[in-house]
């Protein structure tokens, strides 16, 4: 046969046309866009008939947590991701996803101070299970090991693909200086290595947070834990929306300084979003990605569930955390319109609600009077911090999302026309494929581009759904999108001219995915005056 697949008369969408088309695939790859297929031409070949709906690159998830467990979980606050590779990437895959990009995770533990060993034990525990969709790591780096850095790098860069790194500007165990970052972006800039930056001021956190912070005599009854307010609602009052403004603000300065570019990951505050903005607009190389729970989620939801028991709400904790109102969430949307934002991913970080290494649960019998504001005194907190229960400073930030990341922005910004269809494409698959230097392999319907596709359902003939956590896939036990109403959802997901995804029933198995080899990114381009001014910066280190 001359093809594999045909998908004909749908609404063929990329990151800046919409035509209506049909394509020709071949041994996974796009061969052709044609208006119509002669009938030989389509002999032995599936044919889709996609007659009304969009046809979309497949999604690309550049944020999911698989895989990561007590020690190398994403912030040392205790936590074990109840997905792994076989799990995470099925419920991508019913989602629209055909690729995930997943976080291989240094720790300040000596056996886990080569990146290659961090690299080479997770790759062991994607290759355990395998997985539904195409899949590559980034590496957390949480120390500044000028040996390491000098030696790894770039073999991560060359054997691996590994083409972006992850620092932290909060958590004890993952935070580096303004000067060990330095460190890390230096060597990273000198690879061509992407730094992604988790932008919240630690310092903040912590006082607001923690009375033992604090090394005067006096009681220091201020803070949020002295006060009793350590329900998962306080855990947003311990980040106000300054928290991130703050270390948006100083990340673009360091990395200014020496002329590195860099992604903010998860976005969730109009400050953090204005500062990358205005860095933006001086010409300087920085990028953000956005998360639906910023769009979906507000402080509201972070006490909707009113029990004296209230640790319910833990399932709604994620860092950063949901922006306070509806009008912050105006102001994000703005971003994703106007273009601050890059990229949109999930930042899918599972943890279940009935397991120990989860997010807390179970019935609080001497919480009683946590009713109301929810504010516990004395003993009863001292009996929540010592069973690391509850309070909101031991309950794992992160919740699910990989499966309704699509489904979410079609129904919150396609479905509304806040959002054109090419933007959708941009922000969910071309735009990740290029920062992480997966293009046009990846994140493009073109001749010679792999045939991943996400198909959705035409519109007229779709009925809208309310979600229930039993229609997803993952190993979680909730999700925070529980009773949503969704106006589409992926019919197929296409992986490499492969149905993954069909009408709802997974169709793939797990081993189709392949490990991806990534290059640099392919947006940073050549840098404006604001990044070379030599009286701004110190160019002379390139000198
Ligand atoms: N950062 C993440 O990227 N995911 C979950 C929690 C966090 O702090
Ligand atoms: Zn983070
Ligand atoms: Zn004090
Ligand atoms: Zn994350």
Redesign the pocket.
Known sequence: AKFDLIITNGKVVSASDISTCCIGVKDGKIRTLVDSFDPEEMEGARVIDAQGAYVMPGGIDA?V?LCQDLKTG??GLGGECSDNFETGSKSAAAGGTTTIITFATQTRAEEDRSLLHVVKAYNARAEATGSYVDYGFHIIIVRNDADVLEEEMSVLMKDWGISSCKLFLT?ETQRLTDSQLLDVMFAAKKNSMTTMI?AENGDMIQWLTVKQLCNNAHECSEKLESKGMVAPYYHALSRPPLVEGEATNRAIALAQLIQNPILF??VGSALGAANVRRAQTMGLPVYAETCPQYFHLTWEDLKRFHSPTCFENSKMI??PPPPPDTSDQEELFVGLENGTFTIYSS?H?PFRYDHPNGKPSGVLEDAASMEGEHHCTGKELQSLLERKQGAFRLIP??IPGVETRLPLLYTGALSTGRITPQKFVELTSTNPAKLYGLYPKKGAIMPGSDADFVIWHPEEAFQSFKLTNDMLHHNVDYTPYEGMEFSNWPRYTILRGQVIWEDGKIQGKVGDGEYLKRGPSQLVRGVSKATKDPRCVAGWLYE
Request: glycine share 8%; hydrophobic share 5%.
């Open positions: 944020h947590h994403p912030h958590y988790h990951v998860h994620c860092s930042d970080c930030n992160g």
